[in-house]
C-alpha cells in the first residue's frame, strides 16, 4: 500500500532554514511526481511546488521561488522540501502529496517559526 | 493564478440530510487533453487531507457512495445525500488545470 512518512516537527527561528523529509513506499518512486503544500494553522490548503523524481524536473509557486527546493534521491525513495529565510508566518504544517492529483498524502510536519 | 470559490464556507448540517458545495474557478479548468482536473478533498480535524474525487466524478477507493461529485467548466458541486457524524470536517475543491495548483478556501461541514 501506498506510504508517505514524513520527517518530525521542527521549531526555528527567524532566518533559519528548515528541511522536511518525505519517504515513499508501496509503489514505483519514481512513476509519480511529489507535491508539497502547506496548511498554516487554523487556515487553508496551499500548493508550493512538485518534482518529478525521475528527472529533478520542478515547478514552484511564485510566491516561493528563491526560497524554496524541493529535491528527491531515489536511492532511498524519499523526496525534500527546504525552506530559507523563515518567519513567523511559514509557521504551518508541510504536507507532500503524490502526483497532480494528490491522491496520497503523508502526515504532515509541523514547522513552528519563533523567537 | 485561478482563484477557486467555494460556497458556503459553513455547513450545518442533520444527521441524515443531504449537504451540497459548490467550487466555482476563474478560468474553465477543462485541460488542453480534454480532462477537467478538478479534485475534492476531506480533510477531518487533526487528519491530513483525503481525496474523495478526482476529475470533478471519479470516487477514489474506498469512499462511501454518499460521496458525488459533478459539474463542468468552472462550476462544479460536491454532493452528500445523507450526512454521517464521520463526514465532519472541512472539505476543499482543487484545481489541478492551471499552474499553480489552486484550493478552495474550504467549506466547514459540521452537525447541527
Known amino acids: 500500500q501506498v506510504q508517505l512518512v514524513q520527517s518530525g516537527a521542527e521549531v526555528k527561528k527567524p532566518g533559519a532554514s528548515v528541511k522536511v523529509s518525505c519517504k515513499a513506499s508501496?509503489?514505483?518512486?519514481?512513476?509519480?511526481?511529489m507535491h508539497w503544500v502547506r496548511q498554516a494553522p487554523g487556515q487553508g490548503l496551499e500548493w508550493m511546488g512538485l518534482i518529478n523524481p525521475d528527472s529533478g524536473g520542478t515547478n514552484y509557486a511564485q510566491k516561493f521561488l528563491g526560497r524554496v527546493t524541493i529535491t528527491s534521491d531515489t536511492s532511498i525513495s524519499t523526496v525534500y522540501m527546504e525552506l530559507r529565510t523563515l518567519i513567523s508566518d511559514d509557521t504551518a504544517v508541510y504536507y507532500c502529496a503524490r502526483t497532480g492529483n494528490l491522491d496520497f498524502w503523508g502526515q504532515g510536519t509541523l514547522v513552528t517559526v519563533s523567537s | 493564478d485561478v482563484v477557486m470559490t467555494q460556497s458556503p464556507l459553513s455547513l450545518p448540517v442533520t444527521l441524515g440530510q443531504p449537504a451540497s458545495i459548490s467550487c466555482r474557478s476563474s478560468q474553465s479548468l477543462v485541460h488542453s487533453d480534454g480532462n477537467t482536473y478538478l479534485n475534492w478533498f476531506q480533510q477531518r480535524p487533526g487528519q491530513s487531507p483525503r481525496r474523495l474525487i478526482y476529475k470533478v466524478s471519479n470516487r477514489d477507493s474506498g469512499v462511501p457512495d454518499r460521496f458525488s461529485g459533478s459539474g463542468s467548466g468552472t462550476d462544479f458541486t460536491l454532493k452528500i445525500s445523507r450526512v454521517e457524524a464521520e463526514d465532519v470536517g472541512v472539505y476543499y475543491c482543487m484545481q489541478a488545470t492551471h499552474w499553480p495548483r489552486t484550493f478552495g478556501q474550504g467549506t466547514k461541514v459540521e452537525i447541527k
Open positions: 508501496g509503489y514505483t518512486f519514481t512513476g509519480f511526481y
